[in-house]
């Protein structure tokens, strides 16, 4: 994860504020990951380092000597919970096989303030990957004292009056960017995208069908912003020409797919927020992987600003070639948040997602050679059945 941003609107304009919670360190304020709330119990923990200590004044120290272990993030495997990866039922004779979901699940939770950011890792058998963002905590609120209509910057989640106002949670969001840097087989890979489409109808008496349609994107471009709608569904992969799988001749790739409700910070270019943000603006940009493009934000571009140190915008303004290169994916998955009365006094955990999965990667599915529950498709019907 390279960076969470989180924009509020307020009251009037000159009231609107962002977070960039990289700013916040994403660790140094968090507490120990708990056995039983935060991961199973039994599950392997991993400690990092903690130099911040905050006094009862309200004061601080960040002193790296005076160090302490601190658990940071968990491993585990997790056996089936979520179902199965695969499932047959067959149907002449209703027997079903099928295979448990495996997972290693990797958690790690970084306290910014008011909130946790819960960042989990799903690493399946089929060598797909989930990556989900949870949020955790209390959002910030304002106070509003006249309501002759409801307030359009935010909800009101306690409606009191007098001397101490109406508590007005103000409409925010969250937006988390990550940096995939996927190597398909080697480093001379391309991005190509599939879109569905509508082909119209060839003639009287016929019909239009949907197709699809792959294409090749061949260099970087600022105006290109991917984003996953319905509108236009489709299919983001990063893939290697020179490895083609043997069973359909098709090259070998990792697709981007994101899974939650998508949505994108709508800001205009102009906007203070915007300059900083340019990650947020849509759900994936490809760049070319440089070194001098280490994240999708720096820590010191956290309050408006006109020329960032780091944007997407900017890896992407030289028009470099994305042909037998090497590769990264900037993707941002994020969620406009609208209060409701039972975010108080804190939220539930709620979460944003995508994935990285194989697509032609490999030659069938892998999970089918694994040990299953039944004794599978092909042995569930004999002879004898096919003769009943
Ligand atoms: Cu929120």
Not at 158 to 182: I, T, W
Request: net charge negative.
């Amino acid at each position: 994860m390279s960076d969470c941003h989180a924009y509020y609107s307020g009251p009037i304009p000159e009231k609107q504020y962002h977070f960039s919670d990289k700013a916040y360190s994403m660790a140094q304020i968090s507490g120990d990951m708990v056995a039983g709330l935060d991961c199973p119990v039994g599950a392997s923990f991993l400690e990092s380092a903690m130099w911040i200590r905050f006094f009862g004044n309200g004061t601080c120290r960040s002193d790296p000597s005076q160090a302490r272990v601190f658990r940071l993030a968990c491993v585990f495997e997790s056996n089936g919970y979520e179902g199965s990866s695969w499932r047959h039922t067959q149907l002449l004779n209703r027997k079903v096989s099928g295979r448990p979901k495996r997972m290693l699940v990797i958690r790690a939770i970084g306290t910014v303030g008011n909130y946790d950011y819960i960042t989990e890792i799903f690493l399946g058998e089929d060598g797909g990957i989930q990556v989900r963002e949870a949020f955790a905590g209390y959002p910030e609120v304002d106070r509003l004292f006249e309501v002759s209509r409801p307030p359009n910057w935010g909800s009101v989640v306690h409606a009191e009056g007098g001397p101490r106002g109406h508590l007005v949670q103000n409409l925010h969001s969250h937006y988390c960017a990550f940096k995939v840097d996927l190597d398909i087989l080697g480093t001379v890979n391309e991005f190509q995208v599939t879109k569905l489409t509508h082909k119209d109808a060839v003639g009287p008496g016929s019909v239009s069908q949907k197709v699809q349609e792959t294409r090749r994107v061949s260099m970087e471009d600022p105006n290109m912003e991917f984003v996953a709608t319905s509108q236009a569904p489709g299919v983001w992969q990063i893939v290697n020409t020179e490895a083609q799988n043997r069973r359909n001749g098709v090259p070998r790739g990792y697709a981007v797919v994101v899974g939650s409700a998508p949505s994108v910070h709508r800001y205009s270019t102009s906007h203070p927020f915007a300059a900083s943000a340019t990650f947020a603006r849509r759900h994936l940009a490809v760049a070319k992987r440089k070194d001098e493009e280490p994240a999708a934000t720096s820590v010191v571009d956290f309050y408006p600003v006109t020329d960032p140190l780091l944007s997407v915008d900017h890896f992407l303004s030289d028009r470099e070639s994305l042909v037998g290169e090497d590769l990264v994916c900037w993707v941002s998955v994020g969620k406009e948040h609208v209060a409701r009365a039972e975010d108080q006094p804190l939220i539930s955990n709620f979460a944003v997602d995508f994935s990285l999965l194989p697509w032609n990667y490999h030659e069938q599915n892998p999970e089918m050679v694994l040990t299953m529950i039944g004794k599978g498709p092909e042995a569930l019907v004999g002879a004898p059945e096919l003769r009943r």
